[in-house]
Each structure stands twice: as C-alpha cells, then as structure tokens.
C-alpha cells in the first residue's frame, strides 16, 4: 500500500444522518472516544502515545450497524440468510454529521491511488497482532495495512482529514463512516439528539489542552 499518496486523497463535505448501535445502557457514552485510542481496530492501531487515534465508527444504515457490532448473526449478501443475535438488546442512533474534509476510500480512483482494493481495506486485520512461533503461520505481524492508513490518513499535517468513507467488512456493498475525533475543525459537528428527552450529545473540535 503506497502510504505516501494519503495526501492526494480527495476530500470533501459530509452532510447526513448516519448510525451506531449500542447497548441501550451507554447512550450517554455513545459518541465517546478517549477509550478508543488504546483499543485496536480495523483503521487504528490503538497505541498509548501521542499520535493515538479516537475512532469513531458510523454505519450507512440500520443493518450495517447491527452487523458490525454483532447484533446480527449470518450474511446479509444475496441467497445467504442472517438474524438476530438473541443474547442482547440493541440501540440504533441517528447520528448527524457535518464535516467539512471527508475522503472516500469507497472509490476504487482512491484505491488506485494507494495501491489498493477492496479486498484488502475488507480483510482481516486482527491476526497480525495474534501470530507469533507458536502458531502454524507465524507472519506477518505488527500493523494491519489499514491500521497503517488510518494512522497515515490521521497524521496529515499540510491536509487535515476529519473523516473518510470506507468500504464494511461486514456487508462489503455497503459503506461506514470512520471519524478522527482530533481532526474535527472549526464549524464541524457530530450530534446526536435523544428522541425523547431532546437531550444532545455534541461532539465538536477539541478544544488546545
């Protein structure tokens, strides 16, 4: 993957409703992301350092989201069948975002770009922090080719990216939001209103220190 061509991404605004399932119990958590800098994921290495990524996952639709957080169980692809997972109680929130710098990595003129494909941004990641000698396939390991671009994308100085679109593993035909939560600028926001209290939770820019 061609790392150095982060920076000729094209970006653009971001202005709609997406979603994130959680369990009811953490609504008032549900946009958080400190914790998130330590956890490794499909487009964050999760490391305690100074470069660390807040992450915040969106989903396209209500089905993208429950497959991504395992609420439901199966395939969502033509012919194969899927369904409930029983053993919890899922929260679907619509989520507004408006951001002002978002790439697109759903566009296969960006795979292009960084030397890419669908296949790869949809494969597994997770075993290259599992495998070691006592394992029949002992490499590779380290970061994940889409660990290493979410922290490239992230550590853009001269072009800072708020966001990018991103093929789901879960349902390949599909998209998900990823949000740098320490790349919102000034004037961008991610909102989500409780509908039955009003109540919001905002995130916005952070603010220096």
Known sequence: ????????????????????????????????????GLIPSRYNPGTATKQALEVLYLAEDHNVALFEVGALLGS???????????????????????????????????????????????????????????????????????????????????KKTEAFRSISARVPTHMNLVVFRNRLRGGSTIVYTNPNTGEKLVLGPKKPG
């Open 1 to 36: 993957m061609n790392l150095n061509a982060c920076s000729s991404l094209i970006t653009g605004p971001e202005n709609r409703v997406w979603y994130r399932a959680i369990h009811p119990r953490h609504w008032q958590q549900a946009l958080a992301t400190a914790h998130t």
């Open 76 to 158: 969502p692809l033509p012919g194969s069948h899927y369904l409930p997972n029983p053993r919890h109680t899922w929260l679907i929130l619509n989520v507004q975002v408006t951001l002002q710098a978002v790439a697109d990595l759903t566009l296969v003129t960006e795979h292009n770009k960084l030397g890419t494909t669908a296949q790869e941004l949809t494969g597994d990641w997770r075993c290259y922090g599992l495998r070691n000698a006592s394992v029949s396939v002992s490499l590779p390991t380290g970061l994940a080719p889409t660990q290493a671009l979410g922290q490239a994308i992230h550590n853009l100085k001269k």
